[in-house]
């Protein structure tokens, strides 16, 4: 077996929060050497997000600094420092990806931008993500998850009809542009592995989103072909059942609409009011009241079923259906487990912690778990060791505030 797909990449890690972490967590995961750096007795702000450990906050408990900086290796640098940028210059001679998320501009007036960096490594990738993107009227602009969507178009659709819009949960955009970020910076490394031309990646975090996974590509999608907006609570198609219903334990998650109605009523047991042909005319899935009748049989015999009852008489049945999980039971399920979806880490401060590991299998040169996120400035005897500095400059460069 080969070793991990990455490692034989170095990247340089000035990111911070969510986005750029989930860029550089991706390349680290599948074996890259990434050094992460952050601002001397400051860090990465995602360091005082929770949740944390136990409730106690606290700059090494946070767990989502835990989660997207597994497998990096951690230092502190002053940037602003004159020394600073001279180290900085000698990580990025031997480093194949550089990552950013500072706001534009910043790396220019650091004296770090690409143009200067690209001098001292031809080849070098740098992988800068702003909100808006480096260039453009709104490239100076802050962005937060709810402008994301709402400026993009679906949270227009997302929501009741008669109420106000609703977002999605909590920075599922942000995550998704790491993710669309590290694919990016992928490409290019090989870009410049094999064709020796090395480039800035400029990744816009709005832009992200209108090919992205939710309906927005949808949306705009359906717009530039016939001008149709889709309304807020707006269905296309059968109506029922579909969505989220009680049950005696909890709720289930159903989508049996259409040409699977039928499916339904067979895992129902065929309750003779529902083998009526009304059911299966072709206005009866948008007729909304034989959807409340519908969903009122529904509703009872689901208040019988517990969600696991319900789920194995769905999958006979041939019906899209499963429970919704708590979190408790979302970390039991045998199917997960089956295939160990879940990893554990133990940390120098936190102890054994487990949490999702592999996005996806790729045997032959996998995912593994290397180390723990790094505790700040943890690997600064390591790192500046291989540029050759002695215990001396360390103590040196600590006492003068440069890392």
């Known amino acids: 077996m080969a070793g991990q797909a990455l490692s034989d990449m170095r990247v340089i890690d000035l990111t911070r929060y969510i986005a750029g972490p989930v860029c550089t967590k991706f390349l680290a995961d599948y074996g890259a050497d990434v050094i992460k750096i952050e601002r001397p007795g400051v860090g990465d702000g995602a360091r005082n997000m929770g949740p944390f450990y136990h409730d106690e906050p606290h700059p090494e408990k946070s767990g989502l600094f835990l989660y997207l900086n597994n497998n990096k290796r951690g230092i502190t640098l002053n940037l602003k420092s004159k020394l600073g940028k001279e180290i900085f210059r000698e990580l990025v001679k031997k480093a194949d990806v550089v990552v950013e998320n500072f706001k534009p501009g910043v790396m220019e007036r650091l004296g770090l931008g690409y143009e200067e960096l690209e001098k001292l490594n031809p080849s070098l990738v740098m992988t800068s993500i702003s909100n808006f993107g480096q260039t453009g009227p709104y490239s100076d602009y802050k962005l937060t998850e709810l402008i994301t969507l709402g400026m993009g178009g679906p949270m227009h659709s997302t929501g009741v009809a008669e109420r106000e819009p609703l977002k999605y949960a909590e920075h599922i955009s942000i995550y998704h542009s790491g993710v669309v970020s590290a694919m990016s910076t992928m490409v290019a490394f090989y870009g410049s592995r094999y064709g020796g031309v090395g480039q800035r990646i400029d990744i816009s975090i709005m832009e992200t989103q209108a090919g992205s996974v939710h309906h927005r590509a949808y949306g ?41 109605l039928s499916r339904a009523v067979e895992m129902l047991g065929n309750p003779p009011e529902l083998m009526d042909p009304k059911w299966y005319t072709r206005e009866a899935p948008q007729d909304p009241e034989l959807e409340e009748e519908f969903d009122g049989i529904l509703l009872g015999w689901c208040m019988e079923h517990t969600k696991q009852e319900i789920f194995e008489l769905g999958q006979k049945a041939g019906v899209i259906v499963a429970p919704m999980n708590t979190i408790d039971e979302a970390f039991k399920d045998p199917q997960f487990n089956d295939r160990g979806i879940f990893t554990e880490v133990e940390h120098p401060v936190m102890g054994k912690v487990q949490f999702p590991g592999r996005p996806f299998i790729m045997p032959e040169t996998p995912w593994a778990m290397r180390r723990p996120a790094p505790l700040l400035g943890q690997h600064n005897s390591e790192v500046y060791s291989e540029l050759g500095y002695t215990k001396e400059d360390m103590v040196m460069l600590r006492e003068t505030g440069v890392i």
Do not use: E, K
Not at 227 to 250: E, K, M, N, W
């Open 220 to 260: 705009l999608t359906t717009y530039r072909y016939n001008g149709r907006s889709t309304p807020r609570g707006g269905i296309l198609g059968a109506r029922y059942p579909q969505g989220v219903y009680p049950c005696a334990d909890g709720y289930i998650v159903i989508s049996a609409t259409g040409a699977r």
